[in-house]
């Protein structure tokens, strides 16, 4: 059988990396089906193009998974997909959350065949088996005879196939104009190719922010992949990397990289002792960088970016979603000492919260003159459904577009902040960025 997983574009930016959900799918596949990876933010795809490569291909089986933002443009593929006579599943976090909506019991059209709730991990080869004799079922869930759901352990963790893998769709060199490519390749021998890989090292976060859907799908409880899995994993991508002339980053997709901090300093040094070393971006809180010992291996095994959420300069508004365990005033510290080591930082920034007024992109960027050069980007507090937030505000009558995903619009507010108006917050996101990222910041920047 012909499988398909697709990846829809999210609608606004064209992603530099690729989903691991589909390299993870398709290694689980058994070896006598064939799967196609398709991923709309590398390799764009209208509706009619979709339907023709599902006919043309004899594609019988579609797994698409979609975070809420994507989750309109999701259902016009699928719609395509069915249209062509392919079966479609979905699955991921949104269909976990709102699982009567892609099956049309929500007041909205079908738009699936089946739906996968939770991890996929385990139901994805029954799936698999289903489809091929013609048995799918509606719903699959990853639980046990008690009827508790099971978490994948990760401690017999699949491998996937780095090194024959399809990878062309995801080559940023190709993205690049030719005269950029020309220089490149005068300067260095490794640039034939250059992609951003996706790797887990684990699942779950025990923290539980109120607008976050991680603690809700992946659970509290942190799972770890053995260390040896995560650096031979690295090896393979290294040794494909020397194959192609080309360069490989990681980013390491854990939404916590060092919440177990013994365990990640453990993992890091077996990657420098067995010489997997990549550049690699992580997602770390802005609390756990003030360790000196993690500070020094996360340069040593090749640590470049860390994406570091801290969402507000402001502990009030901070408090009010449950992250009090951001320290505002203990930001600076933590940035220095990354940047001491060569290491900047991603610093992710929301508006629009509780407790925000006029002015906060301001006082943010007021602050941020005091910190190393690194890469701020800011956004909209988004209340997604089945989040503390979002129940919070529904039950309060709150919400402006109760179903925002349906009606994508982006940097649009779905609810009325309680000290500034919805035109106020989309005005200081856009401030944020055109302040950030002039002629002139740029430039001081560099």
């Known amino acids: 059988m012909n499988i398909l997983l697709y990846s829809p574009d999210n609608g606004v930016t064209r992603n530099f990396m690729p989903h691991l ?15 196609f990876l398709i991923d709309g933010n590398a390799q764009p795809m209208t509706e009619a193009e979709v339907s023709r490569f599902v006919r043309e291909n004899d594609v019988r089986l579609v797994g698409i998974s979609a975070m809420t933002r ?30 009567d909506e892609p099956l049309g019991r929500a007041g909205e059209p079908r738009h699936a065949d089946a739906i996968a709730l939770g991890e996929a991990d385990h139901t994805w080869p029954r799936i698999v088996a289903d489809a091929a004799a013609g048995k799918l079922k509606e719903i699959y869930e990853p639980v046990g005879d008690t009827g508790h759901e099971i978490k994948p352990s990760l401690g017999e963790y699949p491998v996937i196939p780095w090194a024959t893998i399809d990878l062309e769709q995801f080559n940023l060199i190709r993205k690049l ?73 990681v980013f390491f997709i854990d939404d916590n990289f060092a919440i177990n901090m013994r365990r990640t300093k453990s993992l890091l040094r077996d990657i420098i002792a067995q010489n997997a070393v990549l550049p690699w971006v992580a ?29 507000s300069v402001d502990a009030a508004s901070l408090n009010n979603v449950h992250k009090s365990f951001n320290k505002p005033s203990e930001y600076k510290i933590a940035l220095d000492r990354l940047a001491h080591r060569g ?33 701020p980007v800011f956004g909209l507090m988004t209340p997604y459904p089945a989040t503390p937030l979002y129940d919070r505000l529904q039950k309060a009558g709150r919400l402006t577009r109760p179903k925002h995903w349906l009606d994508f619009r982006p940097f649009h507010m779905a609810y009325t902040p309680d000290k500034m108006t919805i035109a106020q917050a989309e005005a200081e996101v856009r401030e944020a960025w055109t302040h950030a990222y002039s002629p002139e910041a740029t430039a001081e920047a560099l």
């Open 177 to 249: 104009p030719s005269p950029v490519r020309s220089l490149l390749k005068r300067k260095a021998t490794s640039w034939n190719s250059l992609y951003i890989v996706p790797v887990e090292s684990g699942r779950g976060c025990p923290y539980g922010c109120d607008f976050c859907t991680v603690t809700g799908f992946f659970g509290d409880s942190i799972r770890f992949r053995s260390n040896q899995s995560v650096v031979d994993e690295l090896l393979m991508l290294k040794q494909r990397a020397r194959d192609e002339k080309g360069t490989i980053a």
């Open 283 to 311: 997602q770390i809180s802005i609390n756990l960088l003030k360790d000196e010992e993690l500070l020094d291996l996360i340069a040593a095994s090749g640590g470049r970016w860390i994406f570091v959420g801290l969402e």
């Open 21 to 35: 959900w589909m390299f993870l799918l398709k290694a689980l596949t058994p070896v006598e089906h064939k799967v």
């Open 70 to 99: 994507m989750a309109a443009r999701a259902y016009k593929m699928a719609d395509a997909i069915r249209s062509a006579g392919a079966k479609v599943v979905f699955g991921g976090p949104h269909v976990t959350e709102v699982p």
């Open 343 to 375: 290491i900047y930082a991603i610093t992710s920034f929301i508006f629009g919260m509780d407790g925000d007024t006029p002015g906060v992109a301001k006082r943010t960027d007021d602050v941020m003159q005091t910190w190393p050069p690194g890469l």
